[in-house]
């Protein structure tokens, strides 16, 4: 199947401080790009979705200032959290897509674990 | 309301047995999708099977069948022969056709197969 990786894979920064994480699909180009967040025990919840190019769609109750999401090509998407506080602690997941419709399949990253101390 | 319905926060199985974890789901849109992922220790979700609203037989990829009852709106993921390496967590999620692409999921089953 198709690859997507995350980067950082964990990352453990000071509360006030931003933290970038990069999604980048490997293998294809995809069309649009999704954005999870997954507290412990518990399911993903989606936080935007984005197109490259274009400014991201946020989930009610998503901090758009907060959670800064820019697609800047067909491969790489980037989730910043800005002035992050232990609440924002977290698995950060991204997906990716190149195909639209009910079928096109959805390739996950393998996460990254925030921790705001 | 809950769009996906999984009401088995755990599940346990004997290695060699089959399982059925049960998902059910709520829409209006006659055109969807029902998926199931595997998210193991490590975090990273694992495609397993998709089943089409429109699909006329359940599918099948290996050892994971889908038991797919329209009418009760039921999607129910067997998995067969269970092995050690089958624990983990399994979500259910459904994608719309109204609903953007976007894919929204179940609170998920935690699987623990023992030898």
């Not at chain 1, 931003?18 to 990069?22: F, G, L, M, P, Y």
């Not at chain 2, 994608?95 to 953007?100: I, P, Q, T």
């Given at each position: 199947g198709a690859v997507v990786s995350q980067h950082p894979s964990w990352v453990i920064c000071k509360s006030g401080t931003?933290?970038?994480?990069?999604c980048?699909?490997?293998?294809?180009?995809?069309?649009?790009?999704f954005w999870y967040r997954q507290f412990p025990k518990q399911s993903l919840m989606l936080m935007a979705t984005s197109n490259e190019g274009s400014k991201a769609t946020y989930e009610q109750g998503v901090e758009k200032d907060k959670f800064l999401i820019n697609h800047a090509s067909l491969t790489l998407s980037t989730l910043t959290v800005t002035s992050a506080h232990p609440e924002d602690s977290s698995f950060y997941?991204?997906?990716?897509?190149?195909?639209?419709?009910?079928?096109?399949?959805?390739?996950f990253g393998p996460g990254t674990r925030l921790t705001v101390t | 309301a809950q769009k996906i319905t999984q009401t088995q926060p755990g599940m346990f199985v004997q290695e060699k047995e089959a399982v059925t974890l049960d998902c059910t789901y709520d829409t209006s849109d006659p055109s969807y999708g029902l998926f199931w992922y595997k998210q193991p220790s490590s975090g990273e979700m694992i495609f397993l099977i998709y089943q089409g609203s429109y699909d006329q037989q359940n599918a099948t990829e290996g050892r994971y069948s889908l038991n797919f009852q329209k009418a009760r709106k039921s999607a129910n993921l067997v998995i067969s022969a269970s092995?050690?390496?089958?624990?983990?967590?399994?979500?259910?999620?459904?994608?719309?056709?109204?609903?953007?692409?976007?894919l929204t999921f179940g609170k998920g089953t935690m699987l623990l197969v023992s030898p």
């Open positions: 931003s933290v970038k994480i990069e980048r699909s490997l293998d294809f180009q995809a069309t649009t790009m997941i991204c997906s990716a897509r190149w195909s639209e419709g009910i079928r096109g399949e959805q390739y | 092995q050690l390496g089958d624990s983990a967590m399994y979500f259910c999620a459904m994608r719309e056709r109204s609903g953007y692409s976007t």
